[in-house]
């Protein structure tokens, strides 16, 4: 059974940094292709893909306009996934969410992940 659990979030001024950690348990790092990665949902908005990543060949999916300030790392051996937030704006608020995949399938989308964490809120003062 999988299950992630999120920490790291918290309030953070305007151009502030923040890292967000993910404990994993459960998840097969030996499924080739199979994502892990960071969603997240602002007041009022969907949910969306930040950034994922896979296994194996570690391609990284999600949005292109986050990946100058936002980077995805893992660390198997820990069983953590990260995402490390830098220059953050008050656009960067709402809850974000841990995720992984059940099998392997392109993409940072929320109908491409089956197992969720509780999330995390992230506030960032202007």
């Known amino acids: 059974q999988v299950q992630l659990v999120e920490s790291g979030g918290g309030l953070v001024q305007s151009g502030g940094s923040l890292t967000l950690s993910c404990e994993v348990s459960?998840?097969?790092?030996?499924?080739?292709?199979?994502?892990i990665g960071w969603f997240r949902q602002a007041p009022g908005k969907p949910r969306l893909g930040v950034l994922c990543?896979?296994?194996?060949?570690?391609?990284?999916w999600g949005q292109d306009s986050l990946k100058d300030r936002f980077t995805i790392s893992k660390d198997i051996a820990k069983n953590m996934v990260y995402l490390q937030m830098n220059n953050l704006t008050s656009e960067d608020t709402g809850v974000y969410y841990c995720?992984?995949?059940?099998?392997?399938?392109?993409?940072?989308?929320?109908?491409?992940?089956?197992?969720w964490g509780q999330g995390i809120q992230v506030t960032v003062s202007s």
């Open positions: 990543i896979t296994n194996g060949q570690n391609k990284i």
């Open positions: 459960g998840f097969n790092w030996d499924d080739y292709g199979r994502g």
């Open positions: 995720s992984v995949q059940q099998s392997a399938w392109p993409g940072c989308t929320v109908r491409g992940y089956d197992f």
